[in-house]
């Protein structure tokens, strides 16, 4: 157990449709990056906050955001689904998100996209 | 730009054996850290073994062990006395000042009795 902790586990939905991915870093982790991973794509970088503000950005399409809140939880939103969005989306948190970290995955939200 | 390349999709050993993967790399940094991680078919991540490019002693964590060679751009993870547990997709990914991991295919690593 990494001490990530995402919910869902899974989500099934149907495409137009808008999702919330939860994520809960490691107890005094500040950092949360996203990461999607799918068949064609492989695991590709979205996002990472860092204290709640948006540090570094990948390959985030344009109808999805993202936030980390006071608590130090964060959201992913994906919008307008589209069947090429079904993946496994991680979250993976590290102390203070400087690249010499280990980042920690949690177990992933996987997502269906019918 | 960085990439990470895993040139082998696939990979056999028998237990006990000894198995070595393969990954290349490309950066322009001099500053950089590499790190195995391996996804068993409950699809967690961890983390196997990790080095700074700064270090010249190559890192070790029990049966796993990397082959760093910084000037080829090289970073193989060796896997000693095969369990079957370690069957897995092992990746290899990058990190430097852009923060996020950069990850390569993935090698299925299949162990058989």
């Known amino acids: 157990d990494s001490g990530v902790t995402q919910t869902p586990k899974h989500l099934i939905t149907a495409t137009g449709q808008r999702v919330t991915l939860r994520c809960s870093p490691r107890?005094?982790?500040?950092?949360v990056y996203w990461y999607q991973q799918s068949l064609d794509q492989g695991l590709q970088f979205l996002i990472q906050?860092?204290?709640?503000?948006?540090?570094a950005k990948g390959n985030i399409l344009e109808r999805f955001s993202a936030q980390q809140f006071p608590d130090l939880h964060s959201e992913l939103n994906l919008s307008s689904l589209e069947l090429g969005d079904s993946a496994l989306y991680f979250c993976a948190s590290s102390v203070v998100g400087q690249p010499q970290e280990t980042q920690y995955f949690g177990p992933g939200t996987r997502l269906l996209v019918l | 730009a960085q990439t990470v390349t895993q040139s082998q999709p696939e990979m056999s050993v028998q237990e006990a054996e000894t198995v070595t993967l393969s990954c290349t790399y490309d950066?322009?940094?001099?500053?950089?850290?590499l790190f195995w991680y391996k996804q068993p078919p409950s699809r967690q991540m961890i983390l196997v073994i990790r080095q700074e490019a700064y270090k010249q002693q190559n890192a070790t964590e029990n049966r796993f062990s990397v082959n760093f060679q910084k000037a080829a751009k090289s970073f193989s993870l060796k896997i000693s006395d095969s369990q079957l547990g370690d069957a897995a997709m092992y990746f290899c990914?990058?990190?430097?000042?852009?923060?996020?991991?950069?990850f390569g295919k993935g090698t299925s690593l299949l162990v058989t009795p």
């Open positions: 906050y860092y204290n709640g503000e948006e540090r």
């Open positions: 107890s005094g982790d500040l950092s």
């Open positions: 950066t322009s940094e001099s500053d950089y850290y």
């Open positions: 990914a990058l990190s430097n000042s852009g923060y996020a991991l950069n």
